[in-house]
């Protein structure tokens, strides 16, 4: 990769649960179990999944990512939006207030979220370091080429910036099909 | 709309026969019926859906367009083709060489066809006064960018270009939900 490249991971729809969801959807006391890390450090995608409604439809078994959270969060693409018929504003993770409701369902128990539901604003995660090479700063709204026939810019990409942070752009399903991406590809910041 | 702004349509998944595959489908002698006129002078969505399947799951109803043409061709979103379990090209309508495979069902009959399924290639309609106006020829490759918050800059735009065209960018759904782009708004050709 030269200077400004970065890989791409594609974030399918899931969900980050508080632990007292978590108990409530699981059990007493349950605690989340790792199927496999992710690409940002100490994270997870667990073996639990969770059955999430909304009006119009279901996703029976949406990946719990762990640890658990201070605050429950599903993660959706516009697509999956229509189908549960919900209208998640694109939103920065951890900032869930006014977003949409949705239901939870799990082995031992449902919820019902008067919000939570968000469509995952595009974003880069930088290691700290990263960012002081490419001379990009927390909060930064970056712009972002990818290659090929179905190339895109994507604009507004906003820079994460954190020493636990691996360097790691995140779109969502819509985004990788429109520009035709996989998980793994690579894209250039261009300013 | 100041000079190098243009209205965007999204295209839902849809289907266009051949008039043989219609009365396959529909029976012998069979004239599809008009539901509504499309942006496109002279076509149509017909009153007509037609189911169709690949390996891996089924649209029950898939919208046909009218008239009928030369060659059937599908036309869906990458988010779709997941669904049937199939891998079409990204190819300009019309050019079904090579596409996927699938399988048509109607209330008079069914088609196994070993190709016809595409992922449309972004693209503009121009009638010919508006390219001539824009400085735009047949077969150019145009970027185009879209406002908002979840703004892009569409790449490889492929201009098409004739006097029974109307002034019309169409993308898939995955291109609109990537952008949050809705039907009817403006977009604006950069270069």
Redesign the interface.
Known sequence: MTNRQIPVGVSARHIHLSQQHVEILFGEGYQLTEMKPLSQPGQYAANETVQVSGPKGTFPKVRILGPARSQTQLEI???DSFVLGIKPP?KESGDIAGSAPMKLTGPAGEIELQEGAIIA??HIHFHTDDAKRLGVKDKDRLRVRTGG????????VIARVSDSFALDMHI????A????INNGDIAEIID
Request: aromatic share 4%.
């Open positions: 693409s516009k697509t694109v604003a595009r026939e179905r190339g895109v810019v994507f604009e507004n969502d399903t819509d985004e099909n429109a520009a035709a």
